[in-house]
């Protein structure tokens, strides 16, 4: 699929890492370095812009490199970004280690995943069919 997208960065487009990934990385398109203090977070410009068709969203999620190694993760994860927002792609990083951490412009900070979305209409009812879970949640099927 072909999306519009305008580059205000001093980097190149995001691109795919290898031939099966599913998420681009998104750089930061930063002046000078940012640092994060443990538990600080910060919105992080990308310098893009884009045009998605109706019916996608664009998922901003944390890189598995950074969240291992440094404990940056994306705040919101996943940040959506709607079909009619036009405004920059930001991100918001959080640093949630006990080490400081320096944003250096460039660097690849987040992975963006472009997807289908479908819309819900909401069918009002006074009862839900039954299931062998049940009202069961949060832990309820145990550790494996």
Do not use: C
């Not at 099966?20 to 940012?34: I, R, T």
């Amino acid at each position: 699929m072909q999306v519009k997208i305008v580059n205000k960065s001093s980097f190149p487009l995001p691109q795919y890492a290898t031939a099966l990934s599913a998420g681009m990385d998104l750089k930061a398109n930063l002046s000078e370095p940012v640092i994060l203090a443990p538990l600080e977070r910060a919105m992080i410009p990308t310098g893009l812009f884009i045009e998605l068709p109706e019916g996608f969203e664009a998922q901003v999620r944390p890189r598995s490199g950074l969240a291992a190694k440094h404990g940056i993760s994306v705040l919101n994860a996943p940040g959506t970004i709607d079909a009619d927002y036009r405004g920059e792609v930001k991100v918001i990083l959080v640093n949630i280690s006990n080490e400081p951490f320096t944003v250096n412009p460039g660097e690849r900070i987040a992975q963006m995943v472009v997807a289908r979305h479908e819309k819900v209409e909401w069918q009002e009812t006074d009862q839900l069919g039954e299931t062998a879970r049940g009202e069961g949640g949060f832990g309820s099927t145990g550790k494996k």
